[in-house]
Nanobody, 121 residues
Framework: QVQLVESGGGLVQPGGSLRLSCAAS????????MGWYRQAPGKQRELVAT???????NYADSVKGRFTISRDTAKNTVYLQMNSLKPEDTAVYYC???????????????WGQGTQVTVSS
């Protein structure tokens, strides 16, 4: 079973930065899409940013210009650089891979366990 291990969350003051990482426990045969989602207390999980296997990035309007998604293929890792953080960015952040583990197999969603990001003074 593939595991996605997230790290980098924590407490930061408004205006600060954090970098989240999500490392997959094994390589995939192909990756359709990687992404970051977040869920604040009492709210539904929402998309933050996605990155296709071809390298096209997409961002929620609320984070455009502040967050950057990137990947390191050799390390099976996806990152989320978060700058100019705001209190409303406070949430549990989840990474997601939509990928195929082996040739001839289907593509499935894989999720990390979540990492807490708290933006507060």
């Amino acid at each position: 079973q593939v595991q996605l291990v997230e790290s980098g969350g924590g407490l930061v003051q408004p205006g600060g930065s954090l970098r989240l990482s999500c490392a997959a426990s094994e390589s995939f045969f192909s990756i359709n899409r990687m992404g970051w989602y977040r869920q604040a207390p009492g709210k539904q999980r929402e998309l933050v940013a996605t990155l296709t296997g071809g390298g096209s990035a997409n961002y929620a309007d609320s984070v455009k210009g502040r967050f950057t998604i990137s990947r390191d293929t050799a390390k099976n890792t996806v990152y989320l650089q978060m700058n100019s953080l705001k209190p409303e960015d406070t949430a549990v952040y989840y990474c997601n891979y939509y990928a195929r583990r082996r040739a001839g197999g289907g593509s499935y969603d894989y999720w990390g366990q979540g990492t807490q990001v708290t933006v507060s003074s």
